[in-house]
């Protein structure tokens, strides 16, 4: 076999291997190591990639974040926050019909904003609001539904693990990265509400009547009594880790490191001070937090093997050739891109699909001098669609998880958050087609 087939064949089994259960890391080291052993047919090359990445992996200053965000991101989860976001939000929307559908969206926006994590998000928004929903007569499709297209915005709005994870792939800067994630962000969450109100007016059956059941009294309806000051102090304490880690960040105070750093700090104080978090409460953020790290950065060193490896193969070279040979335009290139991310997404994860496909594209990209950063936010929503579509919908395994109702099935789970899908792929074209949308706040 030549080095082109070989690479070409490394990537399918790659995507084999994970298909068909194999944890991920494993499947991208395994696979890079056999692909280079082949290839140069030298046992000691693919031993010295392996140290080489993961060298290259711990001793980066800029890992740190993952930790450090992931570390906040727990801590805000187990101190009751998404709660009292909660509360503001229906306090807000309730008014309105489809109103806690948008109090959904609105929460879990603010929520991304302090924990970077869709799955986060997906879990405690299953929690709160798909009972309050069903408690004041929403069509249960319609409450998981929401949950789950509102739970992806943690991929997109700043600090997002996601975009730390293609900023270190594709090299860029991780304040970049963050600062083009916040207008797609916020188009996402105002398509979503303006969506939710058009469901209301012309499509009642799915929203439901958002009419009280019998069992709902005033002494039940705590969100719907706050006074405004109540909703200000509920809203303190979040508005204060924006501003710490956000405003830091954006204001040139911290690096995106110390930002993280600054943020787990006042989330811990923040949990201390609310009385919410217990020895071992914090025992088991810690212990998580280091599982999420060593998940990631075990993801970080594979991927960084494989991209090495398909560099040696000199696949992107040949697809670059390829696609100049075929005289394909850069957005005929982006659509078969965008396809690709699609179909991947129906059985992969979002940190895989960034792995494996953004270095067989990255240098197709650069040579059509398209800017990598608007490049990542595309890659990002593109493969967030797959949160939302089976059989490998994660957002919405999780939210099947956790539910504690067992009417709701998981079909009921991806029905409802398929229009949720098909309104992402209207942002994704849009971010396409006015890249603008993503850089002009960089």
Known sequence: MTSIEIGISSVVLIVGLIYSGLYIPVALGLVSFLGVWIMKGNLNLPVNLLALATADTVSHYVFAVIPLFAMMGLLVSNSGLGKDLY????????????GLGIATVAANAVFAAITGSSIASASVFTRISVPEMRRFGYNKRFAVGVVAGSSVLGMLIPPSVMLILYAIVAEQSVGQMFVAGILPGLLLASVYCLAILAMAKWWPGFVG?????????????DWANLSALQAIWKLLPIATLIVVVLGGLYGGVFTPTEAGAAGALAALIIAQLRGTLTFRGLWDV???????TASILFLIIAASMYSRMLGIAGLPTELGAWIQN??????????????????????????????????????????????????????????????????LGISCFVIK????????????????????????????????????LSLILV
């Open 209 to 221: 009547d958002g009419v009280a059941t019998a069992d709902v009294d005033s002494s039940q309806e």
């Open 326 to 391: 075929v005289d394909l335009d850069i957005y005929t290139v982006l659509a078969i891109y965008v396809v690709l991310l699609l179909l991947l997404g129906t059985i992969l994860d979002t940190a895989s699909i960034i792995l494996i496909v953004v270095p067989l594209f990255l240098p197709v990209i650069e040579a059509n001098n398209f800017d990598l950063v608007w490049f990542g936010i595309v890659t990002v929503v593109g493969a967030e669609i797959g949160l939302l579509t089976p059989p």
């Open 87 to 98: 509360q503001v939000a229906n306090f807000v929307f309730h008014r309105i019909k489809g």
């Open 286 to 292: 810690l212990v998580e937090t280091g599982h999420i």
């Open 401 to 436: 998880s956790t539910i504690a109702d067992k009417d709701i099935s998981l079909f009921d789970i991806f029905y409802g958050a398929f229009p949720f899908a098909v309104l992402m792929l209207f942002v994704l074209i849009a971010l396409i087609a006015f890249p603008d």
